[in-house]
C-alpha cells in the first residue's frame, strides 16, 4: 500500500499550477485535500507521474458572501464549511450535508472543491451543489469560465473540466426567503458513501412552489437531477401537495433508475430506497418552507 | 472471595498512557541498523499452475537486494510451519512461498526485499508472474463432492468430519409434538486486529543468533516454530515483542509470510522488516466464521427439549491455522440447557479461499444455532422465548452437571444469570412498551442470549500451563515475568494486582515483563480465554511461594512466628502491632547479602518460578438482552444492550467491561456489517475498510454491563472473559431482529435484506 513513483509539485500561486497542469496532460493529477486520491494512489489503483499540490496556494481557500452569492474557495475545508456562519445563513443545506462526509476527521482535510472535481456520484456536495444552482469557477490556459453544478459531472470520477483546468472556486446564489432543504441518505454506516441519497431545494411565493431542484446521488453515474418532477411541483399550490401526491412525485423522481447490485445492496433496493428518501425529503422541505 | 487492595478493583491500565498517547511499540516501531524492507508478489487468483515466474526485472531495479521465489528459501527450511499444537491436525503444513501453483487469491508468490517498502513494492510490479487459471473451489456446501481438489495431494476435500448419531434418539426427535427445523449460516469475517500482522529479523551468522521482533499472541510459539521450520537451535533464537494492536485468534500462529520474512533475513545475511497493510490483512492475513448448521430440536409439549440434531459444514479455506472446530461446536451445543440427548455430524471442508483461523470463540455458531432455534421453536409453540428458556435452563443446584453432549460443567449458575438479566432489563415492561409501539407501527424486536462459555481450554496442548517467575530486587522491588503475553488484555496491570496483593506491597513496585523469550519462562500466550485463569492462577501461586519465604525470613529477622505476621504496602509487620516491623527491602538484604541471617534451612534468594496446571475448562456463563429497531430504510439500530456475566472473581472490573464491550462490538459486526466476499471466480470483492465494514463508533449503543460471581476452583477463582462477548453478540442481534420481523433472521443481514418490500422482511421465511 505505497503508492507508486510520482513527483510532487507545490505551486504557491493558481497561474502556477495551471502552467504545471497545461505541461504535464493527463499525466499529472490535482491533490487537494486526498481524501479519495491517496488511498487510490496507495492501492495503485491509480497512478500519476506527476502531483499537482493546491495546499501552498492561499488564494485558494476562503469563504465571501456579497448578499448575493455564497463564494467558496476550492481549497476551503469541508470542516470549516460546516461552521461557517454564513454558509449556515444562506446555504443551510450545503452545511447540513457536510455531516453526511466521511467522519470529521475526513472533513478536516477534505475540500469543498475536491469532492466536486472528484465527482464521485455517491457523494454529497455534487448533488447539493446541483440542487443549489451552483456554478464553479474554472481557470485554464485558455482562460476563466463558469460551468453551472448541473453541468459538471460528465461520468463516475469525471467532471467535464479538461485536465489542464482547475476548478477554483463553487459559487452559491443565495435562495429566497421562502425555502426549505433536504439531504436525506442511507449508507451502511455514518459517514460510508450512500446507498442512495437525495438533495432537495424548494422555494415558493405566493402559495405555490417556484422553483424545485431534487437530485439523487449513489444511484447512477452521476449524480442525478429531476427534471420531471421539478416540472410537475413548479407552480403547484403548497396546499396540494400532500402525501398521496408526494409519493407520486417520489414514485416519478425514481421510475427510470436501474442502480446495479453491489456488496452492500441490491440495485433493486437502491431504488426502492431512493423512492422512499424522496418522499421523506419532500415532506421534511415542505415543511421548512411552510415555516419560513 | 475476599477482596484485595488491588485484585477486584478497577485499577487503571498501566498500558494507557502510552497507548492512548500514540506511544505504543509495535512492530513497525523496531528499527534494526541495516535493515531492508520486504514486500510480496501475491496471487491475483484463487487457482492456478504457475507457468512462468521472472524476477530478473525486479532484481535489476535500484534499490532492490533481492528477489526470493519458492527455490530460494525452500532449501533453508528442514521442517513443518504449521503451528506446534495443530502439527498432529489433519491440515496441510503452510508454505512459504507458492511453489508449482496457487490455492488462494493472495497467496504469497515472490519476496522482495529492497532498500525501502514503496521500493519493494515497485519492483514486486516488476515479477512477471503467469498463470495458467483454473477453476477454483469457491463454495463450501459442494466442495466435498467436487472433483476439483484444493490440495489434490491430499485427495479430497474434506479436512475432517465426525459424526455420533443414535437411531433411537433421531425417532425420538422426529417423533416429538414440536419439531423445528432451521438452518443458520454466518458470514465470512475477517479479525481485522489495529496491528496488521508484522515481524522484524535479524540473523547474525557470526554468533548463530536469529533475532526476531513480531507482533503475536504467543512468543514462544514464534520461536518453537521458527526453530523447527529453519533448524537454528532454539536457545539461539531471541523472540521479543512489546505492545500488540490486537489479535482475536488471528496472530496464534505464524503467517506464511512472517516465516518466509524470517527466512529472507537468514538467507540475505540482513535485518528485514516486513508490515503487513490493511489490504494484504484483509484478503490474506486469515478469515473466520463462514460456516452453517443446520439443527432440528424436538420438544415436548411442556416445551422440555426431547433432543437435537446438528449439521456441522465449516469452511476451512486453502491453509487452515488450526484443526476444525465441529467438535467443539457438538460439545457446547447443548449451552445452559438440559437436553434428551444430541445427534451430530460436522464436516469441514477446504476451499480455494484465505485460511481460517481462530476468532474469539471460534466454535460461536453453537450459541448462534441454538439460541436462535430456541427462539424459532417458542414462536412455533406460542410460547414467550424467555419462558422457553427458564423451562430449560439449568442451575447451581444441578452442578456437576454434563451435558447432552458430554461436556461437564462445574461452577456455574446460568438459571441465575437469565433471572438477573431479565430483571435488570426488565422484561416484563419492555413487553408492554413494545406491544405500544408496535401499534404504532414501528418494528421493535427483543433478543436473548444465554450460553455457557469454557475458557482455559487447552489441557494437554501447550495451552494447559503456564508459568510466572516473581522475583523480589534488593530495594524490595518486584518483577513478575510471564510466559503468558498480551495483545491487549491488560496483563501488565492485572497480574501486578494479583502479585502486590499476595506479596503485600503498593502495585507501583510491582512490574510485569511478558513478550520476550530469553527472559520469561516457557508460556503458551494469549488465547482460548486463559490468561487470567492460568497466568492469574500462576501469578497467584509464584506470588505466594515468595509471600511464604518473606514471612519465615522476617519472622527470623523479627524473632516472631511467621503465622502471627502480616504484609502491607512493603513492610512485614507483627499483626496488631506495627510498630515492629522489617520492609521487604530488609528481607531481600537477608535473603541476598546477609545470608547468615536467614532460617535454618532456607535457601539464599527471594524468587520463585511456579508453573501451574488447571485440571479441566473453567466454565463461565452470560446472558445478553438486546433490543432493536428496524428502520423503513432496513437499517437496524441498537436501542438497547444488556449484558450480565459470571465471570467468576473480578481482578479488574474495568478490564472484565473492555474485554466483554469489544466482544459484543466484534459481535454487532458480524451480525450486521461483517461479510468478506469472493465472487465465483474467486476474487475477493471486499478488499478495504470501505467494503469491509467494522462497527464504528457510531454504530455502537452502550452496553450495559453487570455481574454474578460464581467462583472457579483455581488460585483466585477466576475465570475466562475474553471470547465470550463475540459469542454472546450474534444470537442476541439475530433473535432481536427476528421478533421484530416475526421470522428468522439466519444469516448476516444487511439493510436491503430488512427492508419493508423485500419477502424476508414482509413475511415469514419459513
Given at each position: 500500500m505505497k503508492p507508486a513513483p510520482f513527483r510532487l509539485h507545490r505551486p504557491d500561486r493558481v497561474a502556477e499550477a495551471i502552467e504545471l497542469l497545461s505541461v504535464y496532460g493527463d499525466e499529472a493529477k490535482v491533490l487537494a485535500g486526498g481524501q479519495s486520491l491517496m488511498p487510490l494512489l496507495a492501492l495503485r489503483l491509480a497512478r500519476f507521474e506527476e502531483l499537482v499540490d493546491l495546499n501552498r496556494i492561499g488564494e485558494l481557500s476562503g469563504i465571501s458572501f456579497d448578499g448575493e452569492e455564497l463564494v467558496i474557495g476550492a481549497m476551503t475545508r469541508q470542516a470549516d464549511v460546516e461552521v461557517a456562519p454564513e454558509v449556515r445563513k444562506s446555504a443551510p443545506l450545503l452545511a447540513r450535508a457536510l455531516r453526511y462526509v466521511g467522519h470529521f476527521q475526513i472533513r478536516n482535510r477534505g475540500t469543498v472543491g475536491g469532492s466536486l472535481a472528484h465527482a464521485?456520484?455517491?457523494?454529497e456536495l455534487p448533488a447539493v451543489a446541483m440542487v443549489l444552482g451552483a456554478v464553479v469557477d474554472v481557470v485554464g490556459p485558455r482562460g476563466a469560465r463558469q460551468v453551472p453544478a448541473e453541468e459538471l459531472f460528465a461520468e463516475r470520477w469525471t467532471t467535464?473540466?479538461?485536465?489542464?483546468?482547475?476548478?477554483v472556486s463553487v459559487r452559491i446564489p443565495v435562495m429566497p426567503a421562502e425555502a426549505g432543504f433536504a439531504v436525506e441518505e442511507v449508507a451502511r454506516r455514518h459517514g460510508d458513501f450512500a446507498m442512495a441519497g437525495v438533495a432537495c431545494a424548494l422555494s415558493s411565493g405566493h402559495g405555490r412552489v417556484d422553483r424545485a431542484r431534487i437530485a439523487l446521488f449513489g444511484v447512477g453515474r452521476t449524480p442525478l437531477l429531476c427534471p420531471l418532477v421539478a416540472k410537475e411541483m413548479e407552480g403547484s399550490l403548497l396546499d396540494e401537495l400532500h402525501p398521496a401526491a408526494l409519493d407520486e412525485l417520489a414514485a416519478l423522481a425514481t421510475a427510470d433508475l436501474d442502480p446495479p447490485d453491489d456488496v452492500h445492496a441490491t440495485g433493486s433496493y437502491r431504488r426502492a430506497v431512493a423512492a422512499h428518501l424522496v418522499g421523506r425529503a419532500l415532506i421534511n422541505s415542505l415543511e421548512e418552507l411552510r415555516r419560513a | 472471595m475476599v477482596a484485595g487492595r488491588f485484585v477486584g478493583q478497577s485499577v487503571l491500565r498501566r498500558e494507557d498512557p502510552r497507548l492512548v498517547s500514540g506511544h505504543g511499540r509495535y512492530v513497525d516501531d523496531v528499527r534494526v541498523p541495516g535493515m531492508v524492507h520486504a514486500a510480496f508478489v501475491r496471487s491475483h487468483v484463487a487457482r492456478a499452475r504457475i507457468a512462468a515466474l521472472d524476477v530478473a526485472a525486479a532484481e535489476r531495479l535500484p534499490g532492490v537486494r533481492a528477489v526470493y521465489t519458492a527455490r530460494d528459501l525452500e532449501p533453508l527450511?528442514?521442517?513443518?510451519?504449521?503451528?506446534t499444537m495443530y502439527l498432529s491436525a489433519p491440515i496441510p503444513s503452510p508454505v512459504a512461498l507458492a511453489s508449482g501453483d496457487v490455492r488462494y487469491p493472495g497467496q504469497p508468490v515472490a519476496l522482495v526485499l529492497a532498500d525501502s517498502r514503496y521500493l519493494a513494492e515497485d519492483a514486486c510490479e516488476l515479477v512477471r508472474l503467469d498463470y495458467d487459471v483454473a477453476t477454483p473451489v469457491m463454495d463450501m456446501e459442494t466442495a466435498a463432492e467436487?472433483?476439483?481438489?484444493?490440495?489434490?495431494?491430499?485427495?479430497?476435500?474434506?479436512v475432517s468430519q465426525s459424526r455420533r448419531w443414535d437411531d433411537d434418539l433421531e425417532l425420538a426427535i422426529r417423533g416429538a409434538p414440536y419439531v423445528v427445523t432451521r438452518t443458520f449460516r454466518q458470514p465470512r469475517q475477517s479479525h481485522t486486529p489495529m496491528e496488521p500482522h508484522g515481524v522484524v529479523a535479524s540473523w547474525d551468522r557470526f554468533d548463530g543468533e536469529l533475532r526476531i521482533w513480531c507482533t503475536s499472541q504467543r512468543v514462544h510459539e514464534v520461536r518453537a516454530t521458527m526453530g523447527r521450520v529453519t533448524g537454528i537451535p532454539e536457545q539461539r533464537i531471541h523472540v521479543v515483542q512489546r505492545d500488540v494492536g490486537g489479535a482475536f485468534g488471528q496472530k496464534g500462529a505464524m503467517r506464511p509470510e512472517e516465516i518466509a520474512v524470517v527466512l529472507a533475513a537468514c538467507k540475505a545475511g540482513v535485518a528485514v522488516k516486513w508490515v503487513e497493510d490493511r489490504h494484504e490483512n484483509l484478503v490474506a492475513g486469515g478469515h473466520a466464521r463462514s460456516d452453517r448448521i443446520a439443527v432440528t430440536m424436538g420438544l415436548d409439549h411442556e416445551g422440555g427439549i426431547i433432543g437435537a440434531e446438528l449439521d456441522h459444514l465449516e469452511d476451512a479455506g486453502a491453509y487452515p491455522s488450526l484443526g476444525s472446530v465441529g467438535g467443539l461446536v457438538a460439545m457446547m451445543f447443548p449451552g445452559a440447557y438440559r437436553m434428551g440427548g444430541v445427534n451430530w455430524s460436522t464436516r469441514a471442508v477446504f476451499t480455494n479461499s484465505c485460511g481460517r483461523a481462530p476468532y474469539r470463540g471460534p466454535w460461536n455458531i453453537e450459541s448462534l444455532a441454538r439460541e436462535q432455534i430456541m427462539d424459532a421453536a417458542a414462536r412455533e409453540m406460542g410460547l414467550d422465548p424467555v419462558e422457553l428458556r427458564r423451562r430449560n435452563v439449568i442451575a447451581r443446584t444441578d452442578m456437576p452437571f454434563t451435558n447432552a453432549s458430554g461436556m461437564t460443567y462445574a461452577d456455574i449458575d446460568p438459571a441465575a444469570v437469565l433471572a438477573e438479566t431479565l430483571r435488570r432489563f426488565d422484561y416484563p415492561e419492555f413487553l408492554e412498551e413494545q406491544s405500544e409501539q408496535r401499534g404504532g407501527g414501528r418494528r421493535i424486536g427483543v433478543g436473548v442470549s444465554l450460553f455457557v462459555e469454557p475458557t482455559a481450554l487447552g489441557t494437554g496442548t501447550m495451552l494447559g500451563t503456564e508459568a510466572a517467575h516473581v522475583k523480589v530486587s534488593l530495594a524490595g522491588k518486584v518483577t513478575v515475568a510471564l510466559g503468558t503475553s498480551s495483545h491487549g488484555q491488560s496483563i501488565a496491570t492485572t497480574m501486578a494486582q494479583i502479585a502486590a496483593d499476595e506479596l503485600g506491597v503498593d502495585i507501583e513496585d510491582v512490574s510485569v515483563v511478558d513478550g520476550e523469550t530469553d527472559i520469561t519462562p516457557i508460556g503458551g500466550g494469549t488465547g482460548g480465554s486463559r490468561s487470567g485463569v492460568i497466568g492469574g492462577g500462576a501469578t497467584h501461586r509464584a506470588a505466594g511461594h515468595v509471600r511464604d519465604k518473606v514471612l519465615r525470613v522476617a519472622a527470623e529477622l523479627m524473632e516472631a512466628?511467621?503465622?502471627?505476621l502480616e504484609t502491607d504496602r512493603g513492610r512485614i509487620q507483627v499483626r496488631g502491632t506495627p510498630t515492629r516491623s522489617v520492609s521487604l527491602a530488609q528481607v531481600a538484604h537477608a535473603a541476598y547479602v546477609d545470608t547468615k541471617l536467614l532460617p535454618a534451612g532456607v535457601e539464599p534468594g527471594l524468587e520463585a518460578l511456579v508453573r501451574y496446571s488447571t485440571p479441566a475448562i473453567t466454565f463461565a456463563n452470560a446472558c445478553h438482552i438486546c433490543v432493536v429497531e428496524i428502520l423503513p430504510s432496513g437499517q437496524v439500530e441498537i436501542l438497547r444492550y444488556v449484558v450480565v456475566e459470571d465471570c467468576g472473581a473480578m481482578i479488574n472490573p474495568m478490564v472484565v467491561h473492555g474485554q466483554i464491550s469489544g466482544g459484543v462490538v466484534q459481535g454487532i459486526g458480524g451480525a450486521l456489517y461483517e461479510r468478506f466476499c469472493y465472487d465465483?471466480?474467486?476474487?475477493?470483492?471486499?478488499?478495504t475498510f470501505m467494503d469491509y465494514l467494522i462497527p464504528t463508533s457510531t454504530e455502537v449503543p452502550f452496553i450495559e454491563i453487570s455481574h454474578l460471581n460464581s467462583p472457579a476452583r483455581g488460585p483466585g477463582g477466576y475465570k475466562g472473559v475474553g471470547e465470550g462477548g463475540a459469542i454472546g453478540a450474534v444470537p442476541a442481534v439475530r433473535n432481536a431482529i427476528s421478533d421484530a420481523l416475526g421470522a428468522d433472521v439466519t444469516d448476516g443481514v444487511r439493510p436491503c435484506d430488512l427492508f419493508e418490500s423485500t419477502p424476508l422482511a414482509g413475511g415469514s421465511s419459513r
Amino acid at each position: 500500500m505505497k503508492p507508486a513513483p510520482f513527483r510532487l509539485h507545490r505551486p504557491d500561486r493558481v497561474a502556477e499550477a495551471i502552467e504545471l497542469l497545461s505541461v504535464y496532460g493527463d499525466e499529472a493529477k490535482v491533490l487537494a485535500g486526498g481524501q479519495s486520491l491517496m488511498p487510490l494512489l496507495a492501492l495503485r489503483l491509480a497512478r500519476f507521474e506527476e502531483l499537482v499540490d493546491l495546499n501552498r496556494i492561499g488564494e485558494l481557500s476562503g469563504i465571501s458572501f456579497d448578499g448575493e452569492e455564497l463564494v467558496i474557495g476550492a481549497m476551503t475545508r469541508q470542516a470549516d464549511v460546516e461552521v461557517a456562519p454564513e454558509v449556515r445563513k444562506s446555504a443551510p443545506l450545503l452545511a447540513r450535508a457536510l455531516r453526511y462526509v466521511g467522519h470529521f476527521q475526513i472533513r478536516n482535510r477534505g475540500t469543498v472543491g475536491g469532492s466536486l472535481a472528484h465527482a464521485d456520484p455517491a457523494a454529497e456536495l455534487p448533488a447539493v451543489a446541483m440542487v443549489l444552482g451552483a456554478v464553479v469557477d474554472v481557470v485554464g490556459p485558455r482562460g476563466a469560465r463558469q460551468v453551472p453544478a448541473e453541468e459538471l459531472f460528465a461520468e463516475r470520477w469525471t467532471t467535464v473540466l479538461d485536465v489542464d483546468e482547475l476548478l477554483v472556486s463553487v459559487r452559491i446564489p443565495v435562495m429566497p426567503a421562502e425555502a426549505g432543504f433536504a439531504v436525506e441518505e442511507v449508507a451502511r454506516r455514518h459517514g460510508d458513501f450512500a446507498m442512495a441519497g437525495v438533495a432537495c431545494a424548494l422555494s415558493s411565493g405566493h402559495g405555490r412552489v417556484d422553483r424545485a431542484r431534487i437530485a439523487l446521488f449513489g444511484v447512477g453515474r452521476t449524480p442525478l437531477l429531476c427534471p420531471l418532477v421539478a416540472k410537475e411541483m413548479e407552480g403547484s399550490l403548497l396546499d396540494e401537495l400532500h402525501p398521496a401526491a408526494l409519493d407520486e412525485l417520489a414514485a416519478l423522481a425514481t421510475a427510470d433508475l436501474d442502480p446495479p447490485d453491489d456488496v452492500h445492496a441490491t440495485g433493486s433496493y437502491r431504488r426502492a430506497v431512493a423512492a422512499h428518501l424522496v418522499g421523506r425529503a419532500l415532506i421534511n422541505s415542505l415543511e421548512e418552507l411552510r415555516r419560513a | 472471595m475476599v477482596a484485595g487492595r488491588f485484585v477486584g478493583q478497577s485499577v487503571l491500565r498501566r498500558e494507557d498512557p502510552r497507548l492512548v498517547s500514540g506511544h505504543g511499540r509495535y512492530v513497525d516501531d523496531v528499527r534494526v541498523p541495516g535493515m531492508v524492507h520486504a514486500a510480496f508478489v501475491r496471487s491475483h487468483v484463487a487457482r492456478a499452475r504457475i507457468a512462468a515466474l521472472d524476477v530478473a526485472a525486479a532484481e535489476r531495479l535500484p534499490g532492490v537486494r533481492a528477489v526470493y521465489t519458492a527455490r530460494d528459501l525452500e532449501p533453508l527450511i528442514v521442517g513443518p510451519l504449521g503451528a506446534t499444537m495443530y502439527l498432529s491436525a489433519p491440515i496441510p503444513s503452510p508454505v512459504a512461498l507458492a511453489s508449482g501453483d496457487v490455492r488462494y487469491p493472495g497467496q504469497p508468490v515472490a519476496l522482495v526485499l529492497a532498500d525501502s517498502r514503496y521500493l519493494a513494492e515497485d519492483a514486486c510490479e516488476l515479477v512477471r508472474l503467469d498463470y495458467d487459471v483454473a477453476t477454483p473451489v469457491m463454495d463450501m456446501e459442494t466442495a466435498a463432492e467436487s472433483e476439483i481438489l484444493v490440495h489434490p495431494e491430499r485427495g479430497s476435500n474434506v479436512v475432517s468430519q465426525s459424526r455420533r448419531w443414535d437411531d433411537d434418539l433421531e425417532l425420538a426427535i422426529r417423533g416429538a409434538p414440536y419439531v423445528v427445523t432451521r438452518t443458520f449460516r454466518q458470514p465470512r469475517q475477517s479479525h481485522t486486529p489495529m496491528e496488521p500482522h508484522g515481524v522484524v529479523a535479524s540473523w547474525d551468522r557470526f554468533d548463530g543468533e536469529l533475532r526476531i521482533w513480531c507482533t503475536s499472541q504467543r512468543v514462544h510459539e514464534v520461536r518453537a516454530t521458527m526453530g523447527r521450520v529453519t533448524g537454528i537451535p532454539e536457545q539461539r533464537i531471541h523472540v521479543v515483542q512489546r505492545d500488540v494492536g490486537g489479535a482475536f485468534g488471528q496472530k496464534g500462529a505464524m503467517r506464511p509470510e512472517e516465516i518466509a520474512v524470517v527466512l529472507a533475513a537468514c538467507k540475505a545475511g540482513v535485518a528485514v522488516k516486513w508490515v503487513e497493510d490493511r489490504h494484504e490483512n484483509l484478503v490474506a492475513g486469515g478469515h473466520a466464521r463462514s460456516d452453517r448448521i443446520a439443527v432440528t430440536m424436538g420438544l415436548d409439549h411442556e416445551g422440555g427439549i426431547i433432543g437435537a440434531e446438528l449439521d456441522h459444514l465449516e469452511d476451512a479455506g486453502a491453509y487452515p491455522s488450526l484443526g476444525s472446530v465441529g467438535g467443539l461446536v457438538a460439545m457446547m451445543f447443548p449451552g445452559a440447557y438440559r437436553m434428551g440427548g444430541v445427534n451430530w455430524s460436522t464436516r469441514a471442508v477446504f476451499t480455494n479461499s484465505c485460511g481460517r483461523a481462530p476468532y474469539r470463540g471460534p466454535w460461536n455458531i453453537e450459541s448462534l444455532a441454538r439460541e436462535q432455534i430456541m427462539d424459532a421453536a417458542a414462536r412455533e409453540m406460542g410460547l414467550d422465548p424467555v419462558e422457553l428458556r427458564r423451562r430449560n435452563v439449568i442451575a447451581r443446584t444441578d452442578m456437576p452437571f454434563t451435558n447432552a453432549s458430554g461436556m461437564t460443567y462445574a461452577d456455574i449458575d446460568p438459571a441465575a444469570v437469565l433471572a438477573e438479566t431479565l430483571r435488570r432489563f426488565d422484561y416484563p415492561e419492555f413487553l408492554e412498551e413494545q406491544s405500544e409501539q408496535r401499534g404504532g407501527g414501528r418494528r421493535i424486536g427483543v433478543g436473548v442470549s444465554l450460553f455457557v462459555e469454557p475458557t482455559a481450554l487447552g489441557t494437554g496442548t501447550m495451552l494447559g500451563t503456564e508459568a510466572a517467575h516473581v522475583k523480589v530486587s534488593l530495594a524490595g522491588k518486584v518483577t513478575v515475568a510471564l510466559g503468558t503475553s498480551s495483545h491487549g488484555q491488560s496483563i501488565a496491570t492485572t497480574m501486578a494486582q494479583i502479585a502486590a496483593d499476595e506479596l503485600g506491597v503498593d502495585i507501583e513496585d510491582v512490574s510485569v515483563v511478558d513478550g520476550e523469550t530469553d527472559i520469561t519462562p516457557i508460556g503458551g500466550g494469549t488465547g482460548g480465554s486463559r490468561s487470567g485463569v492460568i497466568g492469574g492462577g500462576a501469578t497467584h501461586r509464584a506470588a505466594g511461594h515468595v509471600r511464604d519465604k518473606v514471612l519465615r525470613v522476617a519472622a527470623e529477622l523479627m524473632e516472631a512466628a511467621p503465622e502471627d505476621l502480616e504484609t502491607d504496602r512493603g513492610r512485614i509487620q507483627v499483626r496488631g502491632t506495627p510498630t515492629r516491623s522489617v520492609s521487604l527491602a530488609q528481607v531481600a538484604h537477608a535473603a541476598y547479602v546477609d545470608t547468615k541471617l536467614l532460617p535454618a534451612g532456607v535457601e539464599p534468594g527471594l524468587e520463585a518460578l511456579v508453573r501451574y496446571s488447571t485440571p479441566a475448562i473453567t466454565f463461565a456463563n452470560a446472558c445478553h438482552i438486546c433490543v432493536v429497531e428496524i428502520l423503513p430504510s432496513g437499517q437496524v439500530e441498537i436501542l438497547r444492550y444488556v449484558v450480565v456475566e459470571d465471570c467468576g472473581a473480578m481482578i479488574n472490573p474495568m478490564v472484565v467491561h473492555g474485554q466483554i464491550s469489544g466482544g459484543v462490538v466484534q459481535g454487532i459486526g458480524g451480525a450486521l456489517y461483517e461479510r468478506f466476499c469472493y465472487d465465483e471466480d474467486g476474487n475477493p470483492l471486499t478488499t478495504t475498510f470501505m467494503d469491509y465494514l467494522i462497527p464504528t463508533s457510531t454504530e455502537v449503543p452502550f452496553i450495559e454491563i453487570s455481574h454474578l460471581n460464581s467462583p472457579a476452583r483455581g488460585p483466585g477463582g477466576y475465570k475466562g472473559v475474553g471470547e465470550g462477548g463475540a459469542i454472546g453478540a450474534v444470537p442476541a442481534v439475530r433473535n432481536a431482529i427476528s421478533d421484530a420481523l416475526g421470522a428468522d433472521v439466519t444469516d448476516g443481514v444487511r439493510p436491503c435484506d430488512l427492508f419493508e418490500s423485500t419477502p424476508l422482511a414482509g413475511g415469514s421465511s419459513r
